[in-house]
Nanobody
Framework: QVQLVESGGGLVQAGGSLRLSCVAS????????MGWFRQAPGKDREFIAA????????YYGDSVKGRFTIYRDNAKNTLYLLLNKLKLDDTAVYSC?????????????????WGQGTQVTVSS
């Protein structure tokens, strides 16, 4: 059974930083593309970032490009998202997602596994 468990969310002031983690089990992590998505109340799920199984390829959503960084440690079966220069609009539940294949993609429907999410709240 595949499990994805996120951590690292919390309350942070605008302009601050956070690092989210997602520990994976039950899948061959090094050959699984991973992604981060977020959902704010009343809004659709939004693509944030994706990374290929090897880590060589990354994609970012336009709203976070230049501020967030996705990376992974395949030896630890862990995916990370570094959030810098946080804005009020970044407030959302952040979820990690995994694929059965190694190619990174940006579309929600192409991910096979999902974590429960971790809340990020940015205050003024």
């Amino acid at each position: 059974q595949v499990q994805l468990v996120e951590s690292g969310g919390g309350l942070v002031q605008a302009g601050g930083s956070l690092r989210l983690s997602c520990v994976a089990s039950g899948l061959t992590f090094g050959t699984s593309a991973m992604g981060w998505f977020r959902q704010a109340p009343g809004k659709d799920r939004e693509f944030i970032a994706a990374i290929s199984g090897s880590g060589a390829t990354t994609y970012y959503g336009d709203s976070v490009k230049g501020r967030f960084t996705i990376y992974r440690d395949n030896a630890k079966n862990t995916l990370y998202l570094l959030l810098n220069k946080l804005k009020l609009d970044d407030t959302a539940v952040y979820s990690c997602a995994g694929r059965r294949t190694s190619a990174a993609v940006t579309t929600v429907a192409r991910y096979d596994y999902w974590g429960q999410g971790t809340q990020v709240t940015v205050s003024s």
